[in-house]
């Protein structure tokens, strides 16, 4: 079995709960959206093929307990599913980040879903597949990505409608560039939601480089 790999690196956890945290990154190549804010269109295309055993001794080498994989949209490669299993076996905290437009069925239960749910402004707000809601377990997160007013009121409506806050946690991400942060703050404050703030740090240590260290 191989997969399409757009890198393979080690960094540090940038967002979601987990931000702060030494981590593998699995980038997976290939996207089925063209969100307006996209940070990884090289990951879309080009990429090269590894077989599973080639991708899980490079994992190996970093001797990181912490791996993502992430795209692109990783779950457009049926072997994504293979490769969480593994990692699971071997003992790995395993996050999966993907765009929500796709089936979580098939996701083991072990991975932590970092999920985006696409506001107006990204232009892929009709991607999402509502019926993932059923897929959230308590260790997974749900993302909404703001780039204004309208996306606040999109997110925030979304949030009471499906009690999404008890499902699972629930993350509010300024765009960049975009929607300053001490802006999106103040309205979470004010409306008193039931999310985390949850900024970009690897763009705020590493404001010009595409992947942090």
């Given at each position: 079995?191989?997969?399409?790999?757009?890198?393979?690196?080690?960094?540090?956890?940038?967002?979601?709960?987990?931000?702060?945290?030494?981590?593998?990154?699995?980038?997976?190549?290939?996207?089925?959206?063209?969100?307006?804010?996209?940070?990884?269109?090289?990951?879309?295309?080009?990429?090269?093929?590894?077989?599973?055993?080639?991708?899980?001794?490079?994992?190996?080498?970093?001797?990181?307990?912490?791996?993502?994989?992430?795209?692109?949209?990783?779950?457009?490669?049926?072997?994504?599913?293979?490769?969480?299993?593994?990692?699971?076996?071997?003992?790995?905290?395993?996050?999966?980040?993907?765009?929500?437009?796709?089936?979580?069925?098939?996701?083991?239960?072990?991975?932590?879903?970092?999920?985006?749910?696409?506001?107006?402004?990204?232009?892929?707000?009709?991607?999402?597949?509502?019926?993932?809601?059923?897929?959230?377990?308590?260790?997974?997160?749900?993302?909404?990505?703001?780039?204004?007013?309208?996306?606040?009121?999109?997110?925030?409506?979304?949030?009471?409608?499906?009690?999404?806050?008890?499902?699972?946690?629930?993350?509010?991400?300024?765009?960049?560039?975009?929607?300053?942060?001490?802006?999106?703050?103040?309205?979470?404050?004010?409306?008193?939601?039931?999310?985390?703030?949850?900024?970009?740090?690897?763009?705020?240590?590493?404001?010009?480089?595409?992947?942090g260290i």
């Amino acid at each position: 079995m191989t997969l399409r790999i757009a890198e393979i690196f080690r960094s540090l956890q940038g967002e979601s709960s987990h931000a702060g945290r030494p981590c593998v990154f699995i980038r997976l190549a290939g996207c089925n959206l063209d969100c307006a804010w996209c940070d990884t269109a090289y990951a879309k295309k080009g990429g090269r093929n590894m077989p599973l055993p080639s991708i899980l001794r490079a994992v190996r080498r970093f001797r990181c307990p912490l791996v993502e994989i992430t795209g692109g949209e990783p779950l457009l490669q049926p072997g994504a599913v293979t490769l969480m299993k593994k990692l699971l076996e071997r003992g790995y905290r395993v996050l999966l980040e993907t765009n929500g437009s796709l089936s979580l069925k098939t996701v083991p239960a072990g991975v932590i879903k970092i999920v985006d749910i696409k506001t107006p402004g990204s232009g892929m707000a009709a991607s999402f597949d509502l019926s993932n809601l059923g897929c959230l377990r308590k260790h997974d997160e749900v993302k909404f990505v703001i780039a204004d007013a309208r996306d606040y009121r999109y997110a925030k409506a979304f949030l009471r409608k499906h009690k999404l806050a008890i499902k699972c946690a629930c993350l509010f991400s300024p765009a960049q560039p975009g929607l300053k942060p001490a802006r999106l703050a103040e309205w979470i404050v004010r409306d008193n939601l039931p999310v985390r703030l949850n900024l970009l740090l690897h763009k705020i240590l590493w404001p010009n480089r595409k992947r942090g260290i």
